[in-house]
T-cell receptor, first 114, second 110 residues
């Protein structure tokens, strides 16, 4: 089974620039999550999709972050404009259904904002 | 948020020794999961224990769950240098925000 694919692997941008991350979950996984992990901390949930609908985006800073999953498969996470404190690893995960199963994580995108 | 707390924050042992990490949580759960994260990589799902289970084994891993104390422990037996990583517990609850704790950093010295 192919894993969760994320790209790019690394990204360095200047503050106030825009950036987008892409995630392709495991085939058939209806639930997709985006997490932000700041160095030395645990992952923090940004947004959860069930198919192409948003289940939880309560911790997503909506003034600068947006995410979509138009066809219920791939997802993109965008930051516009970026701030220094957005420097983190952005992890995408998917699961077969919202509860009762483990999550499969991608390798993440390491973002550095300078 | 349903954030678990791992204990200890850091653990350093010699190869061959056992490593025990603990996790405490606050509310009722559907299941509890343990994940490993190697430096700079994504998280890898290790084991899931359901709320009606008390103990589960997977290879060198043993997980216990005490719902009365709202705690879980992960035991890694006969540790290897390759077990060096951060370990996170994660609780699934019904209708709650899903969050990880800060993790336990395990270092296994050869």
């Amino acid at each position: 089974e192919a894993g969760v694919a994320q790209s790019p692997r690394y990204k360095i941008i200047e503050k106030r620039q825009s950036v987008a991350f892409w995630c392709n979950p495991i085939s058939g996984h209806a639930t997709l999550y985006w997490y932000q992990q700041i160095l030395g901390q645990g992952p923090k949930l940004l947004i959860q999709f069930q198919n192409n609908g948003v289940v939880d985006d309560s911790q997503l800073p909506k003034d600068r972050f947006s995410a979509e999953r138009l066809k219920g498969v791939d997802s993109t996470l965008k930051i516009q404009p970026a701030k220094l404190e957005d420097s983190a690893v952005y992890l995408c995960a998917s699961s077969l259904n919202p509860t009762g199963n483990g999550y499969t994580f991608g390798s993440g995108t390491r973002l550095t904002v300078v | 948020s349903q954030q678990g707390e791992e204990d200890p924050q850091a653990l350093s042992i010699q190869e061959g020794e056992n490593a025990t990490m603990n996790c405490s949580y606050k509310t009722s759960i559907n299941n509890l999961q343990w994940y490993r994260q190697n430096s700079g990589r994504g998280l890898v799902h290790l084991i899931l224990i359901r709320s009606n289970e008390r103990e589960k084994h997977s290879g060198r891993l043993r997980v216990t769950l005490d719902t009365s104390k709202k705690s879980s422990s992960l035991l890694i037996t006969a540790s290897r240098a390759a077990d060096t990583a951060s370990y996170f517990c994660f609780q699934e609850t019904s209708g709650s925000r899903l969050t990880f704790g800060e993790g336990t950093q395990l270092t296994v010295n050869p």
